[in-house]
Structures are given as structure tokens and as C-alpha cells.
């Protein structure tokens, strides 16, 4: 429910930065979306966002718990190693780079329908889907994946060993 208006609003924004001399910010763009398309606007694409943050998540969390033991063994010779930090990160990078593998053809989707704000060009999903594959075949769901990749594996390597350093030791703190 807040994701996808911020992403609405970051692709919307992306769109209209190359027209020089765009002086819209955020707030008027948000201004703008809403006066011309009310609530209802901000909430484009909203089903591929809801299977990124459903599932894509889910798999990623999934990835990364159940890569860890499995590389403390390779590493080490011993599942229990796999909170070291080593560990963590590098189980961090394949399942952030994993994930997005799985979501990235969804995410193509998201952007063009977010980008067609006011459903000019596309009516829904499976729209979008459909002139998508006939525009460009199964390579148009993978451009860019490669810049994906490249920011996914150091990004997930430093976002989930920090999460789970400062949920142990509030844990640890706090007892809770």
C-alpha cells in the first residue's frame, strides 16, 4: 500500500526527466497524479508490485535462510558456521541476485504500467504483458537485468547482515 505509490511517483518522475526543463517535483507530480486520477491513480500496476512484495520477498528471505547453512558447509565443513558474516553476505548476494531473477519480468511490467499513469497504452497487466512480448519477445522482460544484478548482489549483501546484526543485538538488549 506504500511502496507502490512512491514507485509510481520515483518511475513517473524517471519518465519525465529527460523533457528539458521539466520544473515538476515530486509534490506537484504528486499533486498532479492525484487531481487528475485521485487516490485510485497512485495505485497502478499495484498487482505486480503486491507479487514483488509477496512472493519475490518471500523468496528472497527463503533463499537467503536456506543458503546459509549450505554455504557454512562448503566454506567451513559445518552448517552451524552460517552467521558468520562471510556467510551472510554472500548468502545476502545470490539471494538478492536470485529474487530478482525471479521478479524482474514483473518488475518490466510494474514500470511500463506506472510509467502509462493514465492507461493510454495499456489497459492492465496482461495487456501490458501481451504488447510487451510482441514488441520485443522474451529479451524485452530481461532488458536491464544486467545493472539489476550488479546493484542487487552488494546491496542484499549489506542490507540483510546489517538487519540481522541489529535484530540480534536488540534481541540479545531487550530479551524481546
Known amino acids: 500500500l506504500v511502496t ?12 519525465n526527466v529527460s523533457v528539458a526543463g521539466d520544473p515538476r517535483t515530486y509534490m506537484s507530480m504528486m499533486r498532479e497524479i492525484h487531481a487528475q486520477r485521485g487516490l485510485s491513480g497512485f495505485y497502478r500496476g499495484y498487482m505486480p508490485t503486491l507479487y514483488m512484495e509477496t512472493i519475490g520477498r518471500g523468496f528472497y528471505m527463503y533463499i537467503y535462510f536456506s ?29 538478492g541476485c536470485a529474487s530478482w531473477t525471479a521478479v524482474y519480468p514483473v518488475d518490466v511490467i510494474k514500470a511500463k ?55 540480534d543485538n536488540l534481541y540479545s538488549k531487550y530479551q524481546i
Open 113 to 167: 504500467l506506472q510509467a502509462d499513469v493514465d492507461a493510454v497504452r495499456y489497459s492492465g497487466v496482461m495487456d501490458c504483458a501481451r504488447q510487451t512480448f510482441r514488441e520485443g519477445g522474451l529479451k524485452a522482460f530481461v532488458r536491464g537485468i544486467g545493472y539489476t544484478m550488479f546493484r542487487a548482489a552488494p546491496t542484499a549483501a549489506t542490507v540483510l547482515p546489517v538487519y540481522e546484526y541489529v535484530k
Open 67 to 95: 543458503c546459509k547453512p549450505l554455504l557454512a558447509q562448503w566454506l567451513y565443513g559445518d552448517p552451524s558456521q552460517g552467521e558468520t558474516l562471510k556467510c551472510r553476505a554472500l548468502s545476502a548476494a545470490f539471494a
Open 4 to 15: 507502490n505509490p512512491i514507485g509510481l511517483v520515483k518511475v513517473q518522475r524517471q519518465k
